[in-house]
Each structure stands twice: as structure tokens, then as C-alpha cells.
């Protein structure tokens, strides 16, 4: 039985349908809401760490009345961009503010 889905869009990823479940899809493709603010949270952290592994450290993300506040550290200013996409990708309509940091070595 598939998940029930939210009509947001997003470029690509896994998703559960009726029409393929467990697909992956490379077009526009929906993703089911997250139902709580710490799913939210988790899920966002869980993909940037996965896409950029050692290139943020200390990782948070927070959910406040004002939307999504991401914090940490980068290796790079494309690495904290690749983190806001990532994030972006899971939000919908919801503000996000990046507050990471890039360290300078």
C-alpha cells in the first residue's frame, strides 16, 4: 500500500505510488509530508549528510514559527549551497534561513 502523498513537487528522488512504488523517479515527482517537526528536522539532516558527508559538521536544523534555520560548519561556500538546495528540496513553501558557516583553514 503506498503512503499517502502531499501534491508537492520536487526534481527527482524516491517515492511511494501506486503507479511505481518504491521508484525512482527523475522528473517532477511528489514526496509525502513529513508528519512532524522532528520527522522534518531528521529528514533534512539525514539528506545533507548523506549527499555532502564530510563536508558539514555539526549539523543542525531547526524549526521555528519564522520556517527553517540551518546552522553548522562547510568546508566551502559550494558545500553550504549544496546544503540549502538539499534542505530546499524537502521544504515546499516554508522560509529557510542558512546560517552555516564556511571554515576558512
Sequence with gaps: MAKRMSNRVVRGGWQLSDDNPGGFY????????????????????DRIQQRLNRRVRDLEVEVTNQGVVLSGVCNSFHAKQLAQHEARDILSDRPLENRMTVATT
Excluded at 511528489?30 to 508528519?35: E, G
Aim: with cysteine; aromatic share 0%.
Design 26 to 45: 527523475e522528473g517532477a515527482t511528489t514526496i509525502a509530508t513529513h508528519a512532524t517537526t522532528s520527522d522534518l528536522c531528521q529528514a533534512i539532516r
